[in-house]
């Protein structure tokens, strides 16, 4: 018996058509499945740290500088900003006539001493005596004159000079309350400049007075602070002990966004504040200029380091311990065991192996179980 043709054909086409329809329902499925964003497993170091605020200082916050003397002022270096060095001559009151007394009074000191020193050698009364008693004695020696005539002239001699030696003397102390009177010109002479004792900064108004002001012994002419900036951390009590000397630290300041400056833990203070924070200070490699008195941020201070460690993101984690992992298309729950939990890491003792798909955003959506297509974020 012969087959019908018409037949076949129909079944061919029933066949094909079934196949597309397969292929378009295996299509449709795959598509509606979720989209995870997976992570994979890597190895890195895990870090634990402490945070913190952070609070920049001055070295002994802001100063006013006083005048210690009266004056009218001659030099005003008192840019608001400008820094200064250690020795620096910020305000010079005007000396012209305190100078010309300081010259008047050596003047007047070397011509008196000048004086003396030629009244001291060529006294004619010291000469009359001498010449007196080489008399005396060459009359004695001769037999004309007694022995109490050439003791009185030794005698009268002899006066002569102690009167010539307190004259000296006189003439030495005058000397000395010379120099006595010099220093205290000369120490008023250092009073009317306002000199420097550190390396620091003008304040932003820090110019109260100005070149020709009259100003008064005691008057503050400048508020400054320091070059040397104290940059001070603030540690809650339960992180405190963990934090030691010579630790890596990082610190972020407000008034520069998102950059960082490398630090290091230099001092611990004993005792903490009302709030119960504890004060860490902190060494910061950056120009005192970045680091702005009275700023403010925040900082991490590293306390532990363990290399090459099993490492997931910390946004990959529910529940404490938990992650989703995609495996063989299906979503997977798998409990951890944690080590070193930071900001944006955790270290995994255990649960998790290298290469391993964990899922690492909208975690809420996915279930165990649940098949899923994966993105790989990096």
Known sequence: MQANPSKGSLLARIAVVLAVLAAAGFAVVHNLRETAKVKAV??????????????????????????????????????PGSHFTKGDVLVQLDTTELDRQIAETRR?????????????????????????????????????????????AQRALDGIITRLKLTEFDDQKAEVDFKVAME???????????????????????????????????????????????????ISEESFGRVKLGQAARIRLLTYGTQTFDATVVELLPSADDAQRFTVHLDVKADPDQL???????????????????????????????????????????????????????????????????????????????RVRTEVVF
Request: aromatic share 4%; net charge positive.
């Open 42 to 79: 890597n190895r890195d170091t895990a870090i634990d740290a402490v945070t913190g605020s952070v609070l920049v200082q001055a070295d002994g916050g802001f100063k006013e500088f006083k005048s210690e003397a009266a004056g009218k002022v001659k030099v005003a270096n008192l840019k």
């Open 292 to 370: 702005k008195p009275l700023s403010t941020g925040e900082v991490t201070i590293t306390v532990d380091r363990v290399a090459d460690q099993i490492m997931v993101l910390r946004r990959a984690i529910f529940d404490s311990d938990k992650v989703y992992v995609v495996k063989d298309g299906r979503v997977e729950r798998r409990k951890l065991e944690l080590g070193i939990v930071s900001l944006n890491n955790a270290q995994v003792r255990k649960g998790l192996e290298v290469g391993e798909l964990v899922i690492v955003d909208r975690l809420e959506e996915f279930r165990e179980g649940q």
């Open 184 to 234: 205290g010109l000369e120490l008023l002479r250092d009073k009317m400049r306002v000199v420097a004792p550190f390396d620091g900064t003008i304040h932003n108004d820090g110019a109260m007075t100005w070149e020709g002001a009259l100003i008064n012994a005691g008057q503050p002419v400048t508020k400054v602070f320091a070059r040397r900036r104290i940059v001070e951390a603030k």
């Open 108 to 152: 007047k000191f070397e011509s008196d001493k000048a004086r003396a020193k030629i009244a001291l050698e060529n006294n004619p009364e010291r000469k009359v005596a001498e010449e007196r008693v080489a008399t005396a004695k060459r009359l004695f020696e001769l037999g004309n004159a007694s022995e109490e005539d050439l003791k009185g």
